[in-house]
């Protein structure tokens, strides 16, 4: 196994919660109610853009969602103590992509703050009483996630931080080309999510590559989370941030057994409500006003995200392009030639009788709906391929499912074989009466003694079963006929029941047993 770094993300968040539904949690005298737990839904970290001088690749971060709860669900800490017990647990963990991560497969790193290509949204389950009270009276107030990666590329020279540690650029700062140094991760595996009291370290320094950000952490725009109440013996599950006594339970239709499923069910089920009414409410857009399209959020999101595009785009090539502008209009002569033709213009779009002109404006109109026509397959197309993508994520869930459960199995299957190994060596002992089982007679000591070979590794069980066997093979055939044991696994019944350990022999004469052993012969 190569070598691997640490890596910790620290963030501020910040989590609303109604006064009035407070009461949902706490009982009258402050403390939490018994059975009740906080469910957290928390977008994590971002994959393709710059975060404490470092970027995480889209396929990195998406190849590593499945470290989160694979081989077991990862704990919530405090302050990444490892040595007590946790808080809570992560129940989930899906990487989903951002407006920039759906348009086009071609990744380029985005070096300025930004939501980037996709972010980790995990669902975790508070059950500690003392951090729920924490997190809703606000003294948790930062969480940082910790995980390991098997690459770390510098952007300056390509230096593999991992095999040959840092090089001499440090993140953050540009080098003598201007060039920003930052570091780009391998493969990403998850560990765990803490609550801290000091986030990450103001100036980036080495330490397990952990680098922390160039601006105060207070100047950071903290991280909305939202935060559930949730009841597993009273079928409760609401919003405490959202309208009073609404219960997510109300939303589920089938049944099943396992709390932490339903949780995750119903808020996958409000999730996409929400994203239908976001849906339906675009649909209607098309009879409002002008003034009535910019107040709606969905609009403003679209006009934002189309802003950032555009100042995107327009970074690397305006000033080129302004200055090959001037050089075209450097003189007044151009100026003037260009407001006289723009009089013109004017002049023949105001007169009733350019018929041409007004056809040509009718035509532009007819262009103008076709677009808008194609664009609206486009989006049902697009719609289309969303539905199939998320068929085929349910598909690649269940097999992962179904994958946990085989070897859940083969570990049970291994454990039953390592204890017939063992009882078998304590048999082979036993019949060839080994000083270390020949005075156990007990069915309790016989256990205890089972229970100390089960310690060893199977391969060793096995070497030293062959090695008894060989033994047991090299023994005269008239000592071998003496020795019988009758089926050694099942030999009691009772817990207190003395073990048969006697040999089984013919009863015979002295005189026989001479007969036998030395025919004709005679004995002084």
């Known amino acids: 196994m190569g070598k691997t770094l640490d890596i910790i993300d620290s963030f501020p968040i910040r989590t609303k ?31 393709g853009t710059i975060i404490n001088n470092r970027v995480y690749p889209p396929k990195s971060m998406q190849k590593g969602i499945k470290t989160w709860t694979t081989p077991y669900k990862k704990p919530v ?23 920039k991560g759906m348009s086009g497969e071609d990744y380029k790193p985005i070096l300025k703050p930004s939501d980037g290509y996709g972010y980790v949204d995990l669902v975790v389950k508070i059950t500690d ?14 969480v940082s996630v910790r995980m390991s990666t098997d690459h770390a590329y510098c952007s300056v020279c390509g230096a593999d931080w991992a095999d040959g540690g840092p090089c001499e650029h440090t993140p953050g700062k540009k080098d003598e080309d201007g060039k920003l140094a930052y570091i780009t991760t391998g493969d990403l595996t998850y560990r765990e999510v803490s609550f801290v009291n000091i986030p990450a370290d103001e100036y980036a320094r080495v330490e397990g590559l952990t680098f922390g950000s160039n601006k105060q952490d207070s100047d950071e725009t903290p991280i909305e989370v939202s935060v559930y109440a949730n009841n597993a013996d009273d079928n409760t599950l609401c919003d405490l ?84 502008l001037k050089k075209q209009l450097g003189d007044n002569d151009c100026l003037q030639e ?10 023949m779009v105001n007169d009733p009788n350019n018929e041409g002109i007004i056809k040509e404006l009718g035509d532009a109109k007819d262009a103008t709906k076709a677009a808008q026509d194609a664009q609206l397959a486009l989006s049902k197309e697009k719609e289309a391929i969303e539905i199939e993508r998320d068929q085929l994520k349910d598909e ?6 179904e994958r946990d459960t085989l070897v859940d199995e083969n570990v049970t299957l291994n454990s039953e074989l390592h204890k017939l190994n063992a009882e078998r060596l304590f048999d082979l002992k036993r019949s060839l009466g080994k000083p270390d089982v020949s005075g156990i007679v007990t069915v309790e000591d016989r256990d205890k003694k089972i229970d100390e070979f089960s310690q060893r590794s199977i391969d060793s069980l096995k070497d030293q079963i062959n090695d008894l066997l060989v033994e047991q093979d090299a023994q005269p055939e008239s000592i071998k006929s003496l020795i019988t ?32 052993l030395f025919g004709d012969k005679k004995v002084d």
């Open 17 to 47: 919660v109604r006064e009035a539904n407070k009461k949902l949690v706490l009982c009258d005298s402050g403390t939490v109610k018994d059975n009740v737990s906080l469910v957290c839904s928390i977008a994590a970290t971002h994959s």
């Open 241 to 324: 941030d959202g309208e009073e006594g609404k219960n997510l339970y109300d939303y589920l239709k089938d049944e099943t057994d396992e709390e932490e499923k339903v949780i995750v069910h119903l808020l996958d089920k409000i999730s996409k409500k929400d994203k239908e009414e976001k849906e339906d409410q675009m649909a209607k857009v098309e009879g409002l006003t002008k003034d009535e399209l910019k107040d709606m959020d969905s609009v403003k999101e679209l006009i934002q995200d189309a802003l950032d595009k555009a100042s995107e785009k327009a970074d690397g090539d305006c000033e080129q392009k302004l200055e090959e």
């Open 338 to 347: 260009l407001e006289t033709l723009k009089k013109k213009i004017e002049d």
């Open 396 to 401: 690649l869930e269940k097999r992962d499912v």
């Open 129 to 142: 009483q003392s951090a729920i009270e924490k997190i809703m009276d606000g003294r948790y107030e930062t």
């Open 485 to 516: 044991v009758e089926n050694p696994g099942v030999e009691h019944e009772d817990s207190g029941k003395i073990i048969d350990n006697t040999i089984k022999k013919n009863n015979e004469t002295k005189g026989e047993t001479l007969d036998r």
């Open 77 to 99: 800490l405090v302050n990444h103590d490892e040595e007590k017990d946790p808080i809570g647990r992560v129940i989930k963990a899906k990487y989903l992509k951002t407006p």
